[in-house]
């Protein structure tokens, strides 16, 4: 049976470094949305902030197609994004009646104050992401979700890591081997 490492959490929670170090001590597929979403916008170009959730949309039906089709194979993958569960439940749905991976949930998260001040450093270096993810435009909004939308693992069946990046020296080592433990028994 194939396995899904999902990495999940609020945005600036640490999830696409996690992801990338999950990524190489694996040596799994990593479907990351911001990757695909970015491959979208060069493609496709970008404009505002509506065009880039519906670039997002697009980018987690892709991500779960190729998703789809690893497990098909019986490859196990790593799937990275901050997934909303009444946006992607039908996604994991379809994962589960077809495949019927074993998913390992990494839960990454920061304190308040901390994913507000990195939401901010996108914000204003222009430098820092792709552009066609608009982050000044988005910040506002993103901000309140925040404070709205409390932090909580996805519902999926398995095994589920917290990753706490609140500290700069986060132990990324460490959840690597939480996870390394459950891919291996």
Known sequence: MA?????????????????????????????????????LFDSLGWSDRAWSKRVSVASYDLMFRC??????????????GN????????????????????FVQVFCSASQPVLQARLRARATDAAARHPGHVDA???AELEAELCERPPTPLPLSGPLVRFDSTSPAAPQADIVAQVLRHVRT
């Open 67 to 80: 998703a789809a089709e690893l497990l098909r194979v019986q490859v196990n993958c790593i799937l990275e």
């Open 3 to 39: 396995m899904v490492v999902v990495v999940t959490g609020l945005p600036g929670a640490g999830k696409s470094t996690i992801a990338r170090c999950l990524r190489d001590a694996l040596a799994w597929p990593l479907l990351a949305k911001d990757a695909i979403k970015e491959s």
């Open 137 to 139: 435009a988005s910040l």
């Open 83 to 102: 997934f909303r569960w009444s946006e992607n439940e039908h996604h994991f749905a379809h994962l589960t009646a077809e495949h019927a991976p074993t």
